[in-house]
């Protein structure tokens, strides 16, 4: 790599807190949701890391990414953080990508393969949500005054806003570490970047996108799950061309931290079975 090009990986590395271990060749790439970091998948890689090389990597402006590479502008769609993610798989020379995203990742990985199809072999998405909102006969979980109310709070006190939604995602009371752990995560973010990155999750309507997807996909789905409900991830399956649809005996919004065997069992099956 000459001296141009390792600079730009070198910054690319740091950009998003880009971390490689494992003892395989084919690339599975974790990527994590609003408020979270790459460490929310430690329960979850230690079973994929003999197989497969394992990626992680925070997004822009969470965890431990580069804070000033934030750009208000560019990641005021998904679109920049699905060229992110793009952007690693080609610097890093990846192919036939394994892709697993949890809730806003979900569709990150979702536009970043419509985009580039040729870069994936297979899409997980834990929890996908197109669309919070309730329109037009579509079942989102949430009224436009619940998404209002949400951004008002946002915007007013966002670290109160913190302690009480987490407990809300995590949505296991008999686990309240990881309902601390999800609250520390949450105010270890710049508030102004927490702010607009919610605003472009909740706010968002990837709906259209959905039948784009070309390349094989599985829903993992919890339930009750109060941010994606067990309705939008049927919703999720129905659109997406050739899907699958597991159904976890799970609850919360995170079963990667509450429930991390049966998300490895229903991952490993998906990778090894015909499509």
Known sequence: MDLPNLKMHNNLIRRNNINIFGNGTQAIVFAHGFGCDQNMWRHITPAFEKEYQVILYDHVGSGKSDQSAYDFEKYSSLHGYADDLIEICNDLHLQKVIFVGHSVSSMIGILASTKRPDLFE????????????????????????????????????????????????????????????????????????AKHFAKVTFLGDNREDLQK???????????PDVIAPVVVGEFVHKEIPNSRYVLLNSSGHCPHLTSPDQVISSIHTFLTTDN
């Open 213 to 223: 997807v070309t390349i094989p996909t599985l829903i993992i789905q919890c339930h």
């Open 122 to 193: 297979k899409l997980v998405l834990i929890g996908p949500s197109p669309c919070y909102v309730n329109k037009n006969g579509y079942v989102g979980g949430f009224t436009s005054q619940d998404i209002d109310e949400l951004i008002e709070t946002l915007e007013s006190n966002y670290l109160g806003w913190s302690s009480y939604i987490t407990p809300v995602i995590i949505g296991n009371p008999e686990m309240p570490e990881y309902s601390e752990e999800l609250r520390n995560s949450f105010c270890n973010m710049n508030p102004e970047i």
